[in-house]
């Protein structure tokens, strides 16, 4: 008799939790907050000080350093600490000494390609291992030859502000990243009509964002503890 050992293999399809309505009584800080322009534990506007995020794009070089100097050199917080700032790093042209250089005076060190190639409709349409090997391989970069420790790097913009929606936000929690800075502030919010007015405060993916998709397509599935820190796009 011959005994015949059948194997099941058995494929789990693991379905993505869609981000719901937010309910404030349950996100709750500092590790959840809803997608909204109230202020943090609603407080007056007239009772906090004014807070800014500097950041800076793509390759470090040299010749830009005047740009990195005139806005942090010889600037204080109110508490007296010096001013800092998060650079966006793509590997492409970088000056790894001066990456060195602003992670050891305190700075962030932010992920932002590999390559930065084009066209940008690349980003979009791009999987999450092309996804990986951008973001996980130049923060493997910014290790070998700038020496930042791994744990300190926490997040990242996309080229171009273009992201593939789920499959971006997917690597950023399975590898990582803990903060995305890839969605600017584009349009008034009723009833002001200021382009850039009322801005947003930092908020988490766990829960449905309330401001409408810009730059298609944007995260719809629920990614608990990924912040989302939208900006002002200024260009000099």
Not at 92 to 114: N, Q, R, W
Request: charged share 20%; glycine share 4%.
């Amino acid at each position: 008799m011959r005994l015949l050992l059948l194997t099941l293999s058995i494929l789990a399809v693991t379905y993505a939790e869609l981000a719901e309505e937010c309910n404030s009584t349950v996100c709750l800080g500092p590790d959840c907050r809803c997608s909204g322009v109230d202020i943090p534990g609603g407080l007056s506007a007239r009772n906090i000080p004014q807070m800014i995020m500097i950041s800076f794009d793509d390759a470090l070089q040299q010749q830009y350093r005047f740009a990195y100097d005139a806005i942090m050199a010889n600037r204080k917080n109110p508490n007296s600490c010096p001013v800092g700032t998060t650079f966006f790093v793509s590997h492409e042209y970088t000056d790894y000494t001066l990456v060195e250089e602003f992670y050891s005076k305190g700075h962030d060190i932010a992920m932002h390609s590999i390559t930065h190639r084009t066209p940008y409709s690349w980003w979009k349409e791009a999987t999450k291992e092309d996804w990986y090997d951008e973001m996980v391989g130049v923060k493997e970069m910014v290790e070998a030859f700038a020496n930042v420790h791994p744990s300190d790097v926490k997040g990242m913009r996309a080229p171009f502000l273009q992201t593939a929606g789920d499959v971006t936000y997917q690597m950023m929690s399975e590898n990582g990243f803990t903060y995305d800075s890839s969605m600017p502030v584009l349009e008034a919010i009723p009833p002001s009509t200021d382009y850039n007015h009322p801005p947003m405060w930092p908020y988490t993916l766990d829960y449905k964002e309330t401001k409408r998709c810009q730059m298609e397509p944007c995260p719809v599935e629920s990614y608990p503890g990924t912040w989302i820190v939208r900006f002002f796009p200024l260009v000099l």
